[in-house]
T-cell receptor, first 113, second 115 residues
């Protein structure tokens, strides 16, 4: 069975500082990996995804993530955050057949002025 | 183009009543998913439709939950005899075929409150 762990439920960070949101997964098969963002009272928006190839993937709004197969991790990073990045971030894995998502519990990023 | 839409956006009901939640996927998307987002459980998969195949119901929490997808487009999630623990945001997502077949596109959700 697949599972996703987001160890940090909340991450406070000052504006213009770097941030890393951690995601670890477990799976016995090859998976696809995703990061979604949810702004208050809105649906989920795709930030970036890893399917294959280069382990460093770049997404929207200046975010990037690195797939590390040996550590089964897919951490999300941004070198300089803005107040507008305040939101909840979800890591997800899917199998390569049904594409059903297994989500982590989410990390609430709060950017402080 | 139009995204995934869901209705109603908010639904308040009394315990024991039945509710129907609607999802209109992006036109042409063959796959459709329902998820539930609740405070205690995070985001959980409920059910998955792919074309004309039998749906994958493996995530439905009880037999009070059912869903159908008519004509390969609109989907309705029905919860019978609602309980307070059914209170959550119900999210629908659709997925295309072809080169972007790996990504799901989510609607804004229906917030269900069971009193």
């Amino acid at each position: 069975a697949q599972s996703v762990t987001q160890l940090d439920s909340q991450v406070p960070v000052f504006e213009e500082a770097p941030v890393e949101l951690r995601c670890n997964y477990s799976s016995s098969v090859s998976v696809y990996l995703f990061w979604y963002v949810q702004y208050p009272n809105q649906g989920l928006q795709l930030l970036l995804k890893y399917l294959s190839g280069s382990t460093l993937v770049k997404g929207i709004n200046g975010f990037e993530a690195e797939f590390n197969k040996s550590q089964t991790s897919f951490h999300l990073r941004k070198p300089s955050v803005h107040i507008s990045d305040t939101a909840e971030y979800f890591c997800a894995v899917s199998d390569r057949g049904t594409y059903k998502y297994i989500f982590g519990t989410g990390t609430r990023l709060k950017v402080l002025a | 183009g139009a995204g995934v839409s869901q209705s109603p956006s908010n639904k308040v009901t009394e315990k024991g009543k039945d509710v129907e939640l609607r999802c209109d996927p992006i036109s042409g998307h063959t796959a459709l998913y329902w998820y539930r987002q609740s405070l205690g459980q995070g985001l959980e998969f409920l059910i998955y439709f792919q074309g004309n195949s039998a749906p994958d119901k493996s995530g439905l929490p009880s037999d009070r939950f059912s869903a159908e997808r008519t004509g390969g487009s609109v989907s309705t999630l029905t919860i019978q005899r609602t309980q307070q623990e059914d209170s959550a945001v119900y999210l629908c997502a659709s997925r295309p075929t072809g080169t972007a077949a790996d990504t799901q596109y989510f609607g804004p959700g229906t917030r269900l409150t069971v009193l």
